[in-house]
Each structure stands twice: as structure tokens, then as C-alpha cells.
């Protein structure tokens, strides 16, 4: 039974920093990728950033230059480092993990973690 369990959200002031945490129940190198999407109030939920197992990222327009993500395989868990957050980055955030099986691809998400950027 995989299981995403997210930490980390909270509230922030415009220009402050969160980490995000993912931590997975299983080895996270059988995923690839692994990634954050967030879903703000009445939009669609929307890529973040991912990960490779390779270590490859991709981000998106929006959060690059402030976002980054990374992976400590040890301990089965993704992150994302935020910093100069701003009100339109508060959203619901969500862990994904995607599971190649035979042609296609399991999705795993998380359960959310709310972060909220006060202006």
C-alpha cells in the first residue's frame, strides 16, 4: 500500500520561505517521476515542480528561480524548498508519484498541505 504523506504547509508573510516534505511508505525510486502540483481556489490544480530518479527537474514558469525541489532517497521523501512566496502561490499543495506499469502510469498523491501567503 503506497501512501504520500505531506507536511510543512502553514502560513507566511509575502517574501518568506516553506519546506515542504513528502514522505513515502515505499522505496521512492520505484516512482519516476515524483513531483508537487498545487490547486488554488477555483482553478484547476496545476504542476509545481518534478523530480527524476535520475535527479532531472522541471519547473513550473511561475515558481522557477524561487521553487526547488529535491530527493533524499535514504529516507524515501521529496521536497520542496519555497522561497519568496507570494499571495498567489497559496494553494493546496500536493505530493504526486508516478508508477510506470506495464503502458501506463499509476498516479499516487497525497493528501494536501494548505499553504497560505498573507500579503
Known amino acids: 500500500q503506497v501512501q504520500l504523506v505531506e507536511s510543512g504547509g502553514g502560513l507566511v508573510q509575502a517574501g518568506g520561505s516553506l519546506r515542504l516534505s513528502c514522505a513515502a511508505s515505499?522505496?521512492?525510486?520505484?516512482?519516476?517521476?515524483m513531483g508537487w502540483y498545487r490547486q488554488a481556489p477555483g482553478k484547476q490544480r496545476e504542476l509545481v515542480a518534478v523530480?527524476?530518479?535520475?535527479?532531472?527537474?522541471n519547473y513550473a514558469d511561475s515558481v522557477k528561480g524561487r521553487f526547488a525541489i529535491s530527493r533524499d532517497n535514504a529516507k524515501n521523501t521529496v521536497y520542496l524548498q519555497m522561497n519568496s512566496l507570494k499571495p498567489e502561490d497559496t494553494a493546496v499543495y500536493y505530493c504526486?508519484?508516478?508508477?510506470?506499469?506495464?503502458?501506463?502510469?499509476?498516479?499516487?498523491w497525497g493528501q494536501g498541505t494548505q499553504v497560505t501567503v498573507a500579503s
Open positions: 515505499v522505496n521512492i525510486n520505484s516512482f519516476n517521476p
Open positions: 523530480i527524476t530518479t535520475g535527479g532531472s527537474t
Open positions: 504526486n508519484a508516478k508508477r510506470p506499469y506495464s503502458l501506463q502510469v499509476i498516479d499516487y
